[in-house]
């Protein structure tokens, strides 16, 4: 099957959060099954071209139209992680892709709704006829409509579209100048039942847009698949979904073993598996001492978040104020894009950063992030909402035990060790359901005690935890048995 992936992010190369992790690791389990799978992103001027082999350029004249004229742009190729990559390089006056950054300017549907249309634009005129488009979040949201809108009609009917939410939150929520400045009809696509966004009826919404024309809708977890469904956090996507109900899904995501596990990560100063789980213990020791905190005997908790409101910060922060009370270690690594909470992590890290117990470190880092899954004993996950959430599963693999809130995917896959209703080499963790102190209390006081009492039965939850099978061996069956599902 040929499968055209279209995204904003791609692990290592562009990675913001999860999503990039998704398309990398789905990609290339694609793409070992025998699929032909190319990637489109943007040519982002801040993308790691350390970790792209061979870039060259191979269209120089692809115009992307854009209101009434058109936009030059040159298409880059190369591979990342063996995953085949056209890079989209944009020459226009507003440096769509030159900002620095993936995400977080005012135009962002402006650069977004362009990026669909180059893509687009790249297939037809390269004479691609994918059997399937994998879109992705609201950034991609408009390449259904333009397949069904313009390109079907020049000759790519045979394509189907498969469209994944990752995140609802952030909807793509624009005016109709996107429409406009893609020769799309703005009039009749502005319908209820099209793109007019539920809440605002002169707004855009480019992921009910994606969810509307796309002949298949997944998102990553089927706990979220219900909760966008039929609670608020659909956040006014709740009628679209139900109406669309034929065509939705939940699909748990995997994890990149290649890139995720204790056995083979050469960030570790030894590599260890549920056999040789004492070697664990010096994944502890490095991160300490990385981390300049004290080699005492103290279970060590830590957060490897992006720090957004949807991460839960404010029990975050009560959680390493308990954690500490509570004779533990604790070690954050969070990025945050609003200056308010970044300011306020960084006055916790001012007033922490003397004791020999706390370490607090702002900003992403990938080396250091899997060294905290391998030396840490638990990982707090107080998410607000989670669609699927990748840390409890990673942290799992590494031995790590995670203390999670009961939503999205993270109810999918963390099962408390006293309240669960499984069986007993399925419990890996521990969950928790009020979003307050006290949840939060009542879970990771649970599992500190354990540690602290019953050392032997600690040790039994982190194994089962790193035998579960989290592999993307399972999604990608499911993601192809959609594509055949909507290709027939
Ligand atoms: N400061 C930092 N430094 C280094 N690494 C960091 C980091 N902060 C986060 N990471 C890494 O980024 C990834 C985050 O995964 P999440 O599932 O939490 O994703 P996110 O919420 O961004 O994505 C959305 O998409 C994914 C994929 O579908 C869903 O799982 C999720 O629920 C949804 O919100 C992990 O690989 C983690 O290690």
Redesign the pocket.
Known sequence: MFIVMASPECAPVA????????VHGLCRELASRGNAVELVLPKYDSLRFDRIEDLHKVHGDLWVPFYDRAIHCDVEYGEVDGIKCFFIDAHSEHGFFNRGKIYGDADDPDRFAFFSRAVMELLYKSGKHPDIIHCNDWHTGLMPVLLYEIYAGLGMDRTRVCYSL??VGHQGWTGPHVLHMNGLDADRLMAPERLRDPGNPGAVNLMKGGIVFSNFVTT?SPRYAWEIQHTEQGMGLQDVLQVHDHKFGGVL?GIDYDTWSPQRDTHLPVRYGPETLPEKAKSKTALRARTGLADDFKPLVAV???LDR??GVELIRHGIYYALEQGCQFVL???ASSPEVNADFQRIKDETDASPDCHLEL????D??HLIYAGADMILIPSVY??????QM?AMQYGCVPIARRV??LADTVFDANYSDRPFEERNGYVFDDFTYAGLESALGRAIGLWKRYPEYFRQLRVNGMRQDHSWNGPAQHYLDIYNHIRT
């Open positions: 990675k913001a959060g999860g999503l990039g992790d998704f990752h995140n990553v995501n490897v978040t992006r949807q991460k690594l969070g990025s900003g992403y880092d990938e250091l992030a989670e669609p699927c959430g990748l840390t990673i999205g995917g």
